[in-house]
Structures are given as C-alpha cells and as structure tokens.
C-alpha cells in the first residue's frame, strides 16, 4: 500500500498569510496526487489534481507543486473560507489520503 | 450540474451488514470515463477510500475491505449502492458516494454518518 503523510497536523494563520502544508508518499507516484479541502461538517472538495492543475472554478490563491514523493500546497492570501483540513490524495495505485491539515485562526 | 445523495439507514447492528444508496442526478452512471466511488470517514478522523465502480460494472475494492463490500449499479434508478457485511464498531464513520475522473473525486455527496452498535 502506498501510504501519505501530511505536514503539519495543525497550522495557525492569519487572514492574508501565505501557507504551505506538504504531502509526501510512501514511494513514487509520479504527479498522480491531488489536494482536497473540507470545511467543518461538509464534504471535501476537489482543488487540484495531476499535483499542479487548478480544478475549474477554484480561486487562483491554491497553487500545487511537486513529483515523485514530495508535493506542496500553497495557498496565498488565507482567506475566511480557507480556515478548514486539506487533504492529500494519491491515485497512482488505487486512492490513499493523507492525514489532514487543520488550518486554524 | 451532477449531484449525488447517499442514503440507508443511520444505525446497524454489530454483524449485520450494511447497505447504502447513493442517487445521482444531472448525470448518468453509465457513462464512460467515470468512477463512481464510496469514501468513508471515522469520527474526527481521515478519509478512506473503500471501493468503486466503474461505467460499465466493474469494480474495485480497497484491498482492506476486500470480502466486505460490494458495490453494485441500479441503472434504472441512476444509483450505485455498497453492501458491507459483518460490521463491527469500526466501521462506524460518515459515508460519502462521489463522481471520480481518472480516481479525482469531483463530485461528492453530502455524506451520511452510519453507526454501528446494538
């Protein structure tokens, strides 16, 4: 199984930071992974798939980077709506999740 | 628009098996290039993926629950349904149905929480 860890568990921001959360699996997955965010007591949604290709419709704050086994979200000027977990997700061998950021005010 | 909604039943018994209906509108579950998929997630916990099924029936299961599950298709109706036989307490979590491209889910239902206890 391919496993995703997510760093870090928890972030503390500012309305207007810019924030990082990193995604590494367990082996190489190439650039099939995909970030998702869920805001309390909803469904996730899709914000990036192929580690860098914006999902139609989401706000150009969310950036994705990387291959192999180290990815990264960035999202620029936190904003109200950002204060949620943002999960990682790999899909080169069946679907494995990360953990979860919780980023907190 | 496609939207999807879980539904079944809130409570199971400990060994019972569980059964849930997700119906989708604004698309059709037989088109091509399309997963439909059921993601589940225990109390204050992650996100794990339990199996899917793809436009033409076939399916593919979480190694972890292989044996348990079983999703199947109600053309007719324009559902997918999971079946999880021999529940136990861990397997207490919300259950989501959603809309995968290329194993990207898209499109997720609102999610429904399921309990296992007597």
């Known amino acids: 199984d391919i496993q995703m860890t997510q760093s870090p568990s928890t972030l503390s921001a500012a309305l207007g930071d810019r924030v990082s959360i990193t995604c590494r699996a367990s082996?190489?997955?190439?650039?099939?992974l995909a970030w998702y965010r869920q805001k309390s007591g909803k469904a996730p949604q899709l914000l990036i798939y192929a580690a860098s290709t914006l999902e139609n419709g989401v706000p150009s704050r969310f950036t994705g980077s990387g291959s192999g086994t180290e990815f990264t979200l960035t999202i620029n000027s936190l904003q109200p709506d950002d204060f949620a977990t943002y999960y990682c997700?790999?899909?080169?061998?069946?679907?494995?999740f990360g953990g979860g950021t919780r980023v907190d005010i | 628009q496609v939207q999807l909604q879980e539904s079944g039943p809130g409570l199971v018994k400990p060994s019972e098996t569980l059964s849930l209906t997700c119906t989708v509108s604004g698309g059709s579950i037989s088109s091509g290039d399309y997963y439909w998929t059921w993601i589940r997630q225990h109390p204050e916990k992650g996100l794990e993926w339990l199996g899917y099924?793809?436009?033409?029936?076939?399916?593919f299961y979480s190694p972890s629950l292989r044996g348990r599950l079983f999703i199947s298709p109600d053309r007719p109706n324009n559902q997918f349904s999971l079946r999880l036989s021999s529940v136990t307490a861990a397997d207490t979590a919300v259950y989501f149905c959603?809309?995968?491209?290329?194993?990207?889910?898209?499109?997720w239902g609102q999610g429904t929480r399921v309990t296992v206890s007597s």
């Open positions: 997700q790999q899909y080169n061998t069946y679907l494995t």
């Open positions: 959603g809309r995968a491209r290329r194993n990207v889910v898209d499109h």
């Open positions: 082996q190489n997955i190439g650039n099939w």
């Open positions: 099924m793809y436009y033409n029936g076939n399916t």
